[in-house]
């Protein structure tokens, strides 16, 4: 129980992180980002370099975070940003970053075909559980994956609470024409918040493959729970997004903990269908997310 119970903190942490991505671009652009899975992906490619060439496994966060926030802005100043400008539907700048999902998505199976080739690397099948160092006698994943959580909300508050550019983030978020009358400069504060959480996608990525079995489809499987933790935890609401992705990662794990025992080993196989339950549920009943809710309520 208390080894499931911390399965379910860690994966409820990661999915945090990937929601927060999707909720602040939400808010920035209201666009909702398909390549969002090829970013989680991309940090677990990157934990896997750095683990091939017997660096400490932990470099991979760093190396996540730059290479998917440098994915997201070539999205935004290549494809999005064009198209913005257009005044394209919202329509079409999701299609926009599916199409860019796909051609990462194949961009990433070609990685993945050279390090098994040239490396001998079962690079389709990545689990790094054994590689991960005990921190304090426990796992280290289960402090990695909740400090970085922690930190990236209160560095993102700090970011947009006490900073000038955050503040004219906050600005663009409310009303990007106002802004812009105002003074700032749109674009440039839309790429930030697209680098910010592209970065963040990839820090989820990285810690992944200590947690669970990952290959070049992971971030297409787990996109769906990503919105699933986003909506539940409010699409207008950025620090909502922990809400949602511990309803998710907590009743993902434990519920299909407390169904195998009561029905069968049987059920485990189709966990995978919990996200697409909840992305429903939370679409039907909690289209606002449940941090409205509680708002309200007040």
Known sequence: MI?????????????????????????????????????????????????LFNQPIYLGIPLGFIISGLEALLLFYLILEPLRRRRSSVFILMMATLTYDILLFGLINIYADYLQYTYKATSRNIYLAGADPKIFGVQGILIVSISMLIASLVLLHIFLSRTAFGTALRAVMENDSLALASGINVSTALAVSWFIAGGLAGVAGALLPLHIMCSPSTGTILIAAMFAASILGGLEQVYGAPIGGFILGLAETLLVSWLSAVLGPWVMTYSGMIPYIALIIGLIFFPTGLVSIRVRGV
């Open 3 to 51: 080894d499931t119970l911390i399965g379910g903190i860690i994966l409820s942490s990661l999915l945090s992180l990937m929601a927060m991505g999707i909720t602040l671009l939400y808010r920035t652009t209201k666009v909702p980002n398909f390549a969002h899975a090829s970013f989680v992906t991309t940090g677990i490619f990157a934990t896997f370099t750095v683990y």
